[in-house]
């Protein structure tokens, strides 16, 4: 599965941001997906994650009630809301994608991941 995201730019502390990704193929619906972000001089952390049917969603204590991950399998797509957005979460965000199956602690870091996107920039100052 290919892995296109967007919906990456500048805001303003408080501020709201849409991050999209949709995936190429006709097989969407059969994996589980996630994001990731990625700041400056720092490794790749776990964001939100979501099951293949959206039935349940994972996320990382620092987004918590602030960002929201979905999904829409007849669009191939999911997303990520953001709002509240601080300056600590400027970083690039990238979407992956793994074949459904049981969550694992492993999921909460890029080797649970087989498929990724190539990233999309949120940069958040003032």
């Not at 006709?26 to 972000?37: A, E, L, N, Q, V």
């Not at 400027?90 to 991941?113: D, H, I």
């Amino acid at each position: 599965v290919q892995l296109q995201a967007s919906g990456g730019g500048l805001v303003q502390p408080g501020g709201s941001l849409r991050l999209s990704c949709t995936a190429s193929g006709p097989t969407f619906s059969r994996y589980d997906m996630g994001w990731f972000r990625q700041a400056p001089g720092k490794e790749r952390e776990f964001v939100q994650a979501i099951t293949w049917s959206g039935g349940s969603t994972y996320y990382a204590d620092s987004v918590k009630g602030r960002f929201t991950i979905s999904r829409d399998n007849a669009k191939n797509t999911v997303y990520l809301q953001m709002n509240s957005l601080k300056q600590e979460d400027t970083a690039v965000y990238y979407c992956a994608a793994e074949r459904a199956g049981p969550w694992t602690s492993l999921r909460s870091g890029v080797k649970g991941w087989d498929y990724w996107g190539q990233g999309t920039l949120v940069t958040v100052s003032s």
